[in-house]
């Protein structure tokens, strides 16, 4: 079965330089959430998107910016990285409803992005 | 307010003895839970969910968990554990809400010894 895909798996990136992670939802998923997981840190909610809009907004910097496509894939930006930004960025794809909360969430392998 | 509470940072077993991860949940609505393992380098995994179906919920690996309104509970378990269990565990809720959104516990680290 399908599942949701992140793209790169791993990331070096220096500090002030700017990163880009992509995230496929499984097909016919409209949703899309964001985690950022710091080393020994529980997942904290970035940010989420419904149908290209976004729907939720948690912890994320102003240096990120994120959006989801018209084929529902969904791309985070990071500019001007810090050294505290490196984490696993998770992706995690839902459809909207009664179905997500029965069937819960698949999440991404995720994105490991190293500042140096 | 919505919350999810593991009690234990991190516990420890011998090789085939039992397996207990506490976790207990407020929520102001029907809640369902779930139990994620993240091993080492790796995303999130689904071990069990539970929706309103039955209390006692089976999932993968041998784990299961008991969802208990009375207790706010719901704890996971394994009868024996194995080496291939060390992991981090995360209890998860998720509201049915427009905002949809998931509610993850801190984690228990689960440690096995030889």
């Known amino acids: 079965a399908a599942g949701v895909i992140q793209s790169p798996r791993h990331l070096i990136k220096e500090k002030r330089e700017t990163a880009t992670l992509k995230c496929y939802p499984i097909?016919?998923?409209?949703?899309v959430y964001w985690y950022q997981q710091g080393p020994g840190q529980d997942p904290q909610f970035l940010i989420s998107?419904?149908?290209?809009?976004?729907?939720d907004k948690g912890s994320i910097p102003d240096r990120f910016s994120a959006q989801q496509f018209s084929d529902y894939h969904s791309e985070l930006n990071m500019s001007s990285l810090e050294l505290g930004d490196s984490a696993l960025y998770f992706c995690?794809?839902?459809?909207?409803?009664?179905?997500?909360?029965?069937?819960?969430?698949?999440f991404g392998s995720g994105t490991r992005l190293t500042v140096v | 307010a919505q919350s999810v509470t593991q009690l234990d940072s991190h516990v420890s077993v011998s090789e085939g003895t039992p397996v207990l991860l506490r976790c207990n949940y407020s929520?102001?609505?029907?809640?369902?839970l779930f139990w994620y393992v993240q091993h080492p380098n790796k995303g999130l995994q689904l071990l069990l969910k539970y929706t309103s179906a039955a209390t006692l919920v089976k999932g993968i690996n041998g784990f299961e968990a008991e969802f208990k309104k009375s207790e706010t509970s719901f704890h996971l378990t394994k009868p024996s554990a194995h080496m291939s269990d060390a992991a981090e565990y995360f209890c998860?809720?998720?509201?049915?809400?427009?905002?949809?959104?998931?509610?993850f516990g801190s984690g228990t680290r689960l440690s096995i010894r030889p």
């Open positions: 995690a794809s839902s459809l909207r409803g009664r179905t997500s909360r029965d069937y819960g969430y698949t």
């Open positions: 097909p016919r998923h409209d949703t």
């Open positions: 998107f419904y149908e290209k809009m976004q729907s």
């Open positions: 929520s102001s609505y029907s809640p369902s």
């Open positions: 998860v809720v998720i509201l049915y809400s427009s905002a949809s959104k998931i509610i």
